[in-house]
């Protein structure tokens, strides 16, 4: 079945750093794929979306491509703040669920020190 | 707009005890979602619903019960709890099918079993 696997956690980093979190997927068909950010206390918020393949997901400074030949959707940021330390999910949904299921990885935490 | 609320925000229950989680959401979506987060193991869904009076299961469905008997609402019921079911759970919904699913995620229940 479909599945995501992300870079386990956690990631301390220190503002100003470049931030890259991995993320693989295995899909049939061609699933739409996410980035949901988990900040203390609070729900998943959706952080940025890709489509098709080659599309570029951007939020906030964050960004993610939708590979198709590496089946990957890295999310990067250039140089991160305090203020993204939180949980980092990377998601699929694929369009053969009647119910546009979300397959969610495990979550990667990340901390960022001033 | 309140988007997705959830009620209660905690709770503590004995062993064989039952409560009703209850959420509502005012984005006049079709689709809900219960999930449940455990350490390490990102977001598993428990039960869904495509709309008002029909409910399917997720991946965990054993020792919930659902109910969508209006289209706002989506209550998850335990019906004698199990120190198993500790966990943090979300509700979701979304008013898309297909690949371009966004779930909108309410403030989540802590609910320790003892």
């Known amino acids: 079945g479909d599945s995501v696997t992300q870079m386990e956690g956690p990631v301390t980093l220190s503002e100003e750093a470049f931030l890259t979190i991995n993320c693989t997927y295995t899909?049939?068909?061609?699933?739409?794929l996410f980035w949901y950010v988990q900040y203390p206390g609070e729900g998943l918020q959706l952080l940025l979306k890709?489509?098709?393949?080659?599309d570029k997901g951007s939020n906030k400074g964050f960004e993610a491509t939708y590979r198709k030949e590496t089946t990957s959707f890295h999310l990067e940021k250039g140089s991160v703040q305090v203020s993204d330390s939180a949980v980092y999910f990377c998601a699929l949904s694929d369009d053969y669920s009647s119910a546009s299921k979300i397959i969610f990885g495990s979550g990667t935490r990340l901390s960022i020190r001033p | 707009n309140a988007g997705v609320t959830q009620t209660p925000k905690f709770r503590v229950l004995k062993t064989g005890q039952s409560m009703t989680l209850l959420c509502a959401q005012d984005m006049n979506h079709e689709y809900m979602y219960w999930y449940r987060q455990d350490p390490g193991m990102g977001l598993r869904l428990i039960h869904y619903s495509v709309g008002e009076g029909t409910t399917a299961k997720g991946e965990v469905p054993d020792g919930y019960n659902v109910s969508r008997l209006k289209k706002q609402n989506f209550l998850l019921g335990l019906e004698s709890a199990a120190p198993s079911q500790t966990s943090v759970y979300f509700c979701?919904?979304?008013?898309?099918?297909?690949?371009?699913?966004?779930?909108?995620f309410g403030p989540g229940t802590r609910l320790t079993v003892l």
């Open positions: 899909a049939t068909g061609y699933p739409s």
């Open positions: 890709a489509t098709k393949a080659d």
């Open positions: 979701a919904s979304s008013s898309t099918s297909g690949s371009y699913n966004e779930q909108f």
